[in-house]
């Protein structure tokens, strides 16, 4: 059996791993865009504090290709495919026939179209590259400003304060993390951000990043102008879906999957950050690493019958900066639709929500890592916790009391 995979990211490489495992005589060969071999993108953002170098933040050592027969071929596109001939074509010339193909394009960072965005010193963190150039060009920086308020923009805008620089935070909302945080949460996590260093402006947008080639500076479409010779634009991200296009693959956001993670051509699948399954897009490593797992057996699977499907578990995003225990699982419900049983305690907070049916729907807890486990733990079991509820809401409540809880069928 051969099996071509496109992209050498941790759904490519989980599912090239996942794939050898369940067939251990399938050829298996990855087209990797990027020259360096899978590394931990999550950890970036210490790259560009200078905490890490490069070779720290590697998943597997080279050998681990070999021994698993991997044939990885770095720096080197998957560029044309022919469903009719079964025959793919690399960015380097080489030609093969393949059986079954995963698409693992992943995404790129999104660039809002900024006037001024192709001034030196405008940065968007996808790549190791990025974030070494970041390093360097940091280093003789003093002022920062960061166009949106996510979790990779926060961690990157950490690690610019960790090397001395002056962050400013431009978020449009008028809370900080507006996606992982409640208006409480979102408040209180902003004055920390402050106490930290961060100069935080709510309800405000970029319009435009001004200097002569170098960025001197940010103006705002309130006309306030910050100084700065760093910007980092951190708005979201954009799938690849170049070759799926091309092949005239089902798009919406991202590539269509259907539970197996097959697209819409046969024998063709996707995974990770290229690929909408039936719950939608996340964009998170431990998603991408899961559906890699399952479209790496499928792509091997004897008969569709033996095929694996793919379930979504509630995702999950935890804030990686130092001194803030932040973390958001599942349907937080910022809009208070559903039914929230919030907790508070000084710089403390948590808040579950439940659904009209009573189930457990998603947790998020600010200042405090008491319960996460337990309540991770029981988002995957799916509990009502209904007779504790009186309780929940006390921010001392004991969390071993909720594994007590039957699982709903
Ligand atoms: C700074 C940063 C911090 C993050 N932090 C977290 C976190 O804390 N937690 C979390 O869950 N997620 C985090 N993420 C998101 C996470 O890294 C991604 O969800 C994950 O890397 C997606 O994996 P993937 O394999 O689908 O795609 P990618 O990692 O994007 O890999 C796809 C690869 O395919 C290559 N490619 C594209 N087209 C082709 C082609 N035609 N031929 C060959 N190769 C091709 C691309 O160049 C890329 O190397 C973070 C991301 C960033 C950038």
Known sequence: MNIVIAGGGVAGITAAEAAHLADPRANITIFSQEREALYFRPRLPEIVSGKVTADKIAVHPPEWYREKKLELRLGESLAQVSLADKEIRGSLGSRQTFDRLLLATGAESFRPPLPGANLKGVFAIRRLNDAINLFYEAGRASEAVLVGSGLLGLEIGHALTLKGLKVHVLERSDRVLPRQTTPKSGAKLGEALTKMGFSIHLRQEADRAYGTERLDGVTLKSGEGIPA????????ITPNLDLAKALGIKTDRAIIVDEY???SAPEVYAAGDCAQTLDGFTGLWTVSRLQGLVAGANLVAKDPGSRQVYKAQPPSSVLKVAGIDLIAAGNIDPDNKLLGLEAEDGGSYRKLVLNPDGLLVGFTSLGTTKGNL????????????????????????????????????
């Open 374 to 409: 337990e309540l991770t733990g029981a988002l995957a079991r799916k509990i009502i916790p209904e007779s504790l509820r009186a309780d929940l809401g006390r921010i001392d409540f004991d969390f071993a009391r909720i594994k007590e809880l039957p699982p709903v069928n």
């Open 261 to 263: 993670l097959a697209t």
């Open 229 to 236: 010779q760093i910007l980092i634009l951190a708005t979201g």
